[in-house]
DNA sequence: GTCTATACACAGATAGAC
DNA sequence: GTCTATCTGTGTATAGAC
């Protein structure tokens, strides 16, 4: 699978996440009229994407955002009870895709091999499709409050428990070499987390999604797989 | 060379980097006192990371700071003309450390196989040994101001350069195998970023400074070395 | 549902006593 | 060299007109 057939079956749009953070938050958002509303929703998110990604979602005051989406202040605040609210919103949703689609990804492959793949290229993508949720998810982490913490850290160690899971059970079927495969996740994870965290210079280098897909599983496999076996079964998965 | 080896050459205190600190601004701070300029200094710096790494430098008021360090608002000012400036002496002087090791340790090897070895530990035990500063200098890169962001930048470039160099040149000489080496570079500095960005993931985990940088190596060796020398030469470099 | 005007808190920064 | 007191701008948030 390549990104083009990714977003063929993953693809919606900031229109339809949009609509889904209006029907979650129905009650606390005083615009009931749902076309406006979302609308408007979609049109928020962007500007604080915007703006935060230059200089922090601290640094952006409600001012800047008022600026940047064309609404007013009391606008906004009829969207979100305040700023920690909307972050809130944001870095929760933001998670939720990732989880949802994840899961869904993983569950689609059971030979360990595929499976690892497919997990790995389906995170990229993701973040590739999602990538201002992605980046602010992660570099706004810190300014949640402690209570909604917690459900982050947690996400953050949910999505690593997939791919040791994948690895663990590869090594049980001699598919994958013994080793601490919760390191090797951690790893894995860390060279993901390089597409959305420095987009910039990729674009600069001009390095494509799949390109940088492929050379992360070739990084991983080369690993990852058993030894012995790497010279006679290569072809078997490609 | 493992951690408490690299300790052994490289150790220096806080202390004597607030020292540096206070040589290279002497100007512009008007404390003349060298003695109680640097103590103060240290005070500081350990006080905004500290700071910072909970909620983020721009969340970060005077205030909070003048608390933390015990120092009034009135002295904070005396050592820095703003927090602009603050933040700026950190982050420069952040990648200055960053730089001037990297650059000792690179070219104290000449064998590119335990040239890359060295140059990838190297930055793992810098990290390590220097986490606030590494921490700030890549969280808080965002807020510096347009001029000085150039050099950031390049700064960021070069000790990716090096990495690139190390494989391109080994590459010649057969150990490597061809391919994107910009491209592994890149993944090489995620895994390492990984390190200082995840600190407490790893402490968690119960995994040593010594343990992840050794895995990180695996990973790289087992994708890089010319595959049909793996066999025959494996243990020539142990 | 959206706007303008404004309240009130707190930020960064400085002056001047000690 | 360090402190307290204070200036001034800007931030978040709300009230109430349209």
Redesign the interface.
Known sequence: MNYKEFKKIYASSSRDIAREVFLENRDSIQIKKEKTAVKNLEKIFNAVFRISY???F??MSMRDLSRETGMSLGSLYAYFSGKEKLLCTIQTHGWSIIKTNLEQISATYENPREKLRAVIKGHIFLSEFFSPWFYFTF?EA??IKPSELETVKSMEEYTQKIVTNILRSGEDQDIFKPD?H???A??I???Q??WYL?RW??RK?N?SVD??AD??I??VE??CLAQKKLLVEDKSCR
């Open positions: 230059k200089k922090g601290q640094a570099m810190r300014n601490n919760e390191l090797t951690s790893m994870k860390a060279m987390q390089e420095k210079k990729y280098l390095v390109q940088f050379h992360l070739d990084i080369a690993f």
